[in-house]
């Protein structure tokens, strides 16, 4: 028995006999796909099938087992079910392959479009007090939330029409101060109000008297007005201040 396990051919007395566990590849001539599990080397090949069984799909009495090495080279059969796994000379990294008996054709476990699907009437499941439809109504969430909903959107438009009237009342060429939340304030002045393609609602187009931009109004390959690179912004008229703003100095003066 123990030249037998040697060559590869049967059970023998090795070192991983009942003394921890393998991590193994399994493969299956009806799948497609590769599993990679750790098992007990204590559990008898009986055993072992019947956990294959889970990942393969096939009866572990239709099986027949090939053990693979590392390199892909056959190191025999787990064909003594009675022997425990490892007996065999199995490592990490080795490859068990599963050839069902069954006359199963293959991809037969992976077709789910055969699997029988339970199936409830309408009126049935939304009587059931444990369902999520119950749960979503009880806590009204989502479009179970009628009132909010209609809130949400109520709000929404209020928004947006607030938000149309702030852009209205800026006037193409006026001064202005830009204030963003964590920012210092800017001057600029006004170069574009209206509605853009890059994101929804009203956007106001600046251009500051120093480079504290963020372009040159071109964005997404469209340019919405002139101006010079790192001058350019759209902020919301929200941000916008119109009024009688003076330009930055650069600071220079004329000599005398």
């Known amino acids: 028995m123990k030249a037998a396990a040697e060559a590869g051919a049967g059970p023998g007395l090795g070192p991983l006999l009942g003394t921890g566990s393998v991590s193994l590849v399994v493969s299956s001539s009806l ?23 889970l990942v393969v799909g096939s009866p572990a009495s239709c099986m027949d087992l090939e053990l693979y090495g590392a390199e892909e080279q056959l190191l025999g059969r787990l064909d003594c ?6 007996s065999y000379p199995v490592a990490d990294g080795c490859r068990v392959h599963v050839i069902d008996q069954s006359r199963a054709r293959m991809g037969e476990y992976e077709d789910v479009s055969r699997v029988e699907k339970y199936e409830i009437a309408e009126s049935d499941y939304k009587k059931r007090p444990e369902s999520l439809w119950s749960f979503l109504r009880q806590q009204r969430w989502g479009h179970y939330d009628a009132e909010g909903t209609r809130r949400r959107a109520d709000e ?3 928004r947006r029409a607030q938000e149309a009237a702030l852009a209205a009342a800026l006037p193409l060429g006026a001064r202005c101060q830009v204030r963003l939340l964590g920012q210092p304030s800017k001057l600029a002045t006004i170069m574009f109000v209206g509605q853009t393609h890059f994101k929804r609602g009203y956007w106001v187009g600046v251009r500051y008297d120093e480079p504290l931009g963020k372009h040159d109004s071109s964005v997404g390959g469209r340019r919405y ?8 912004a759209f902020v ?21």
């Open 31 to 53: 799948n497609t796909f590769c599993a990679h599990k750790r098992y007990s080397t204590g559990l008898t090949i009986a055993e072992f099938k019947c956990k294959l069984e």
């Open 81 to 86: 079910d009675e022997a425990l796994l490892g």
């Open 156 to 158: 929404q438009q209020q």
């Open 225 to 232: 007005f002139e101006c010079q690179p790192k001058y350019g």
């Open 236 to 256: 919301k008229p929200q941000s916008v201040t119109p009024g009688d703003f003076p330009e930055e100095e650069d600071g220079l003066k004329d000599e005398l």
